[in-house]
């Protein structure tokens, strides 16, 4: 166990290297040039020009670009963006507003999605199913937009329950975006937990047990409910990672200052370096989700080894 | 002798009484934005960190709220005979945040300084009236100044006479330096600047009636500076600028009452004057210094007769496009001034801008027409697509004329696309002014080789006018100068006028006396709490 997650975070290391450099291309391909523009409607001083390329390199070929800026990550410094501040600064400040946001939607989506899924799935064919389905489906349906700002009028502005938009990212402020940001992917693992658990009820093993004279709960919930929760527990992993790269749509409507509206405001202003810098972090957190959920996996489902 | 009338510092707009030092005025909360740069004045040309820099920092002049005129604000007195030469004599009990009186010096110091190219400030071309200017830039050769430094670091043209009194001298006549003075760019620097410019960054010290007192990815806060001695103090202890990720969430806020203003409105809500029952009784619509205009593609030899620009000038059916696209949130333009400004001109434009099917028709059968697709290039990250589909039916409608839209990705690419000369058609253009002068919307934009003269215009007439109003003696000769350059404009149509900006404000219950300044920039100092 333990060589093994040894082995898969130096297996890191290769990929960090590579999407930084990917997305580092991808950046200085975009068209247009970081410093027009930045003068609102205006041409930009020679003089201003100048200093800006000189302290951002931007006139050297992009491998040399790169070569400064790796010879700064392995420092571990992510450079600074073109606003003059630090990037690992300016992550650091909004990586627990994000980070708030994911565990909201996320703990949403586990209590709710596989609760519904089960409560669908044990009644196959009955209302409960039948409610669960179609509720999933217009969620499902509905853009997030059209949801989070329906949720702000509705809970914000005219009930005033909650907050209309988070002023500081407390838990409080973040718990309507985090609902609204979860509510897609609740209805996705509701269904995908009842079709799973639908399918291994059929399963051998199940008979086997029942017939043994086993207890429903456990026949259900140690052994059938484990197995189909694999999938489920793979898209909530993934959706983790998602999630951490910021819903951008859900932080501009709840002006949530998270890493999702970095990245949007770094990509418009061609800010090279917070966009590597953002995805750095966001591959990294990916991979460990992943590791995560490959451990998961085996805690499920004993089969399963990584040794 | 032309000495700058120095108004009555009465009660205007900003100014008025103010609250008793002590902390009675409350804290408000408005609508920031992320600057772009550190918060040194003459660095900061965009609007975000203009808000802040409104509260934080005081020039030699204030324009007045109503008037956009310039009222004497660090300085006593700005005199001059020859439109050349000018004597600034300061106030002497005005200090910076950091208690240091504001002298002379910190003017020709800090001037010095935003001019200096190697320094490489944003709004270092705002010095260039000032004679030594060329002094302080790279050898043309070398934009960098890497292999030569500048010939000097001081401009010739500015000299300490006294603790509070300097000099100013201009390479040419130019009859509106005070007015100009006014602009963020020209705000003094306090001594500590120059030592450590990077502490300076981290915390301003300006002498306007609010100091600095933090800046985070969040918020930007500054409050009520005790020791401010000027005409226009704040009247709430505390200001606090939220940065918000998008309209739609500022102006949510404000309905609710958790934000006490923003000066921006989402589109959804400008449909039947939604914003307006949404915030009954604490609304108003600004006027801005901003124009818009369509521009003649240089390079397109088929575009070079006037005749057929008037022709398409006149098939834009300005007051439908700006009432159905726009909601009201547009003013049809009549001149190429926006109609907040000294010097403004009413129906400047005349019937060039005035839409007429018939006469356009005619005009242009008259001209020869256009062969192929007339283009018309705009910006995909600012919500032009819009307009820019209305204005192409119109001429399409009017004239019989093929006209199409096309998208760049983002501004950066449509400027960059202008300063190559690479756009056939037509582009659009957008200003916002500097300093509330017919002047400054002019010279930057038309006079021959400026910096934003992307039409390549040049006419020795126009120049020869801009040159006159520089050296007329009183504002009014000047203004009819200008107006006379503009007129030129009608001849030659390098663009035409569209519209200009108006700006729907909101603002909470909690808060009264808001105002917007001729820039059409909410006056923070002047919001009172209830």
Known sequence: MGTYIVRRLLQMIPVLIGSTFLIFLMVFALPGDPVAG???????????????????????PVLVQYGYYVGKLVRGDLGTNFYGNSVLHELAVRFPTTLRLAVIAILFEIVVGIGAGVWAGM????????????????????????IGALAQLIFGIKLGIFPVTSTSGTWWQLLLPGLVLGSVSVAYVARLTRTNLVENLRADYVRTAKAKGLGRGRSIGLHTLRNSLIPVVTYIGADFGALMGGAIVTERIFN???????????????????????????????????????????ALDPRISHE | MAVVSMLAAACSGGGGTSSAAGGTGGEITVRGCTPQNPLVPANTTETCGHYVLTTLSSQLVHYNVDTAAPEMDLAQSIETTDNQTFTVKLKQDRTFHDGTPVKAHNFVDAWNYDAYAPNGLNGSSFFEPIQGFDDLQCPTTDTKCATQK??????????????????????????????????????????????DPKAYEAKPIGAGPYK???????????EKDPAYKGQWPGHTDKIT????????????????NNLDATDEVPTGMLVNDQWKSDAADRNLTAKEGVIQVAAFSPVDEQLKNPTLRKAISMAINRPEITKQVFLGTRAPSDSWVAPTVDGYKAGACGDTCTYNPDQAKAL???????????TLAVNGDGGHKPWADATCNSIKNTLGLDCQVIVTPDFKTLLDQMENRELKGMFRYGWQMDYPSIEDFLTPIYQTGASSNYFNYSSAEFDGLLKAGNTAKTSTEANAKWQEAEQVLVKDLPTVPLWSTTRPVIWSTNVTNVKVDPFGVIVYSAIQKK
Not at chain 1, 256 to 266: A, C, E, L, M, W
Not at chain 2, 214 to 222: E, H, L, M
Request: glycine fraction near 8%; hydrophobic fraction near 45%; proline fraction near 4%.
């Open chain 2, 212 to 222: 600095f007192v933090s800046q985070d990815a969040s918020n930007i806060v500054v």
């Open chain 1, 38 to 60: 930045r003068c609102g409607e205006r041409a930009c001083p020679e003089a201003y020009v100048a200093k800006f390329t000189q302290d951002y390199h931007l006139d050297k």
């Open chain 2, 150 to 195: 500048p010939a000097a670091d001081k401009m010739s043209g500015l000299a300490v006479v006294d603790d509070y009194t300097f000099t100013i001298k201009t390479t040419e006549p130019v009859s509106n330096l005070a007015l100009r003075l006014g602009y963020d760019a020209f705000a003094p620097l306090p001594d500590s600047f120059f030592k």
């Open chain 2, 241 to 256: 600028y939220r940065i918000y990720q998008s309209t739609d969430a500022a102006y949510a806020d404000v309905v609710a």
């Open chain 1, 256 to 298: 949530i200052n998270g890493i999702g509206s970095f990245i949007f405001r770094s990509i418009s202003q061609r800010d090279g370096v917070s966009v590597v810098g953002a995805v750095v972090m966001l591959v990294f957190v990916y991979l460990l989700m992943n590791l995560l959920v490959d451990l998961l996996y085996g």
């Open chain 1, 123 to 146: 009644r196959r064919g009955r209302w409960p199913d039948t409610v669960v389905t179609i509720g999933s489906l217009l969620i499902i349906s509905v853009p997030i937009f059209v």
């Open chain 2, 364 to 374: 242009y059968q008259q001209s020869g027409g256009y062969q192929g697709t007339l």
